[in-house]
Nanobody
Framework: QVQLVESGGGLVQAGGSLRLSCAAS????????MGWFRQAPGKEREFVAA??????STYYADSVKGRFTISRDNARVYLQMNSLKPEDTAVYYC????????????????WGQGTQVTVSP
């Protein structure tokens, strides 16, 4: 059973930084694509960043390029968020895609419960 557990959210002032962590367990993730998504109140969930577990290729939404960095180690996926803006306020979700031909456009089969990020002006 794949489990994804996010942590690291919180309240930060604009211009500040946060590091989100996603603990991945239940199987080996070789070949998976891991993604971060976010959903703000009243808005649809949107893609933020993704990383190939094998090889480490990364992909970013235009809105976060140059500010956010996705990485991973043996059992966790991270999202380093710098220069945060109020519009980054959302619940952030970790997701896993077992097979993905054209990342970041993947079918994500597994999702975490989310962690709240709030950026004050």
């Amino acid at each position: 059973q794949v489990q994804l557990v996010e942590s690291g959210g919180g309240l930060v002032q604009a211009g500040g930084s946060l590091r989100l962590s996603c603990a991945a367990s239940g199987r080996t993730f070789t070949g998976y694509t891991m993604g971060w998504f976010r959903q703000a109140p009243g808005k649809e969930r949107e893609f933020v960043a993704a990383i190939r577990w094998s090889g480490g290729s990364t992909y970013y939404a235009d809105s976060v390029k140059g500010r956010f960095t996705i990485s991973r180690d043996n059992a966790r996926v991270y999202l380093q968020m710098n220069s945060l803006k109020p519009e980054d306020t959302a619940v952030y979700y970790c997701a896993a895609s077992p097979t993905c031909i054209t990342p970041p456009n993947c079918r994500y089969a597994y999702w975490g419960q989310g962690t709240q990020v709030t950026v004050s002006p």
